[in-house]
């Protein structure tokens, strides 16, 4: 069996997440894969979240494996997604394999379209809680 990799949350991003999930308006899979993400979270204190670490509004710098693409990421809530403009929605398959990956992880997915990607976290570019923002 393969181990899966916990990923660290804070307690507010739960807290936010478990309100998406449960809004009358979401799509009912969206509480299966919170459930699914906090089955391998721990959850911490805002401001214990280690600075490497993708938390929701961070943006981060990352490459596939190949190093030919580089793209910058900034993992939001269902209604700030814009994919466009690099805004994540946390509950797509990459904002899922996103949220509480570390700087030099590598994060695997799978597209809706079904291509696997694998992308490596090159650098956290903003993090709500290294800058001391904790509302964000």
Known sequence: MKK???????ELDVARLE??????????????ML?????????????DIPANVVTMNTQAALADETGNEQMTW???YPPDANFGEGRLNVFSPAGLALL????????RFTTPGGEVRSLKVE??????????NFTL
């Open 74 to 76: 900034t993992v939001v």
């Open 100 to 107: 509480g990956a570390k700087r030099g992880e590598t994060i």
């Open 123 to 132: 650098r956290i570019l903003f993090q709500p809680e290294a800058a001391d």
């Open 35 to 47: 459930d699914t993400l906090l089955m391998r979270a721990a959850i911490v204190p805002p401001q």
């Open 19 to 32: 309100k998406h999930a449960a809004h009358p308006a979401a799509d009912a899979r969206l509480a299966d």
């Open 4 to 10: 899966t990799k916990t990923c660290y949350l804070t």
